[in-house]
Nanobody, 114 residues
């Protein structure tokens, strides 16, 4: 089974930027789609962004224009570039990959201070 490992989380001030990375133990071409969910304190897990094998991306309305998802097929990495961060973006961010079954990473904490 392909494993996913996130990195890049941390503490940042409002208005700042972070780039999350999701490293796959195998080829990301194994996944029909990959993306990022997040779960904030006391909130349900929500889909933030997704990208298909052919590079088509979708975003939650709350992050459109601020977040960008992209992939490096050669390095088996999927990124989430987060700009203009807001305190409400504070959450644990999880990478996932779909290929019939869904694989999840362990999550990385993002904290945005006001």
């Amino acid at each position: 089974q392909v494993q996913l490992v996130e990195s890049g989380g941390g503490l940042v001030q409002a208005g700042g930027s972070l780039r999350l990375s999701c490293a796959a133990s195998g080829s990301i071409f194994n996944f029909n789609a990959m993306g990022w969910y997040r779960q904030g304190p006391g909130k349900q897990r929500e889909l933030v962004a997704s990208i298909t094998k052919d590079g088509s991306a979708n975003y939650a309305d709350s992050v459109k224009g601020r977040f960008t998802i992209f992939r490096d097929n050669a390095k088996n990495l999927v990124y989430l570039q987060m700009n203009s961060l807001k305190p409400e973006d504070t959450a644990v961010y999880y990478c996932y990959g779909d290929r019939g079954l869904r694989s999840w990473g362990q999550g990385t904490q993002v904290t945005v201070s006001s």
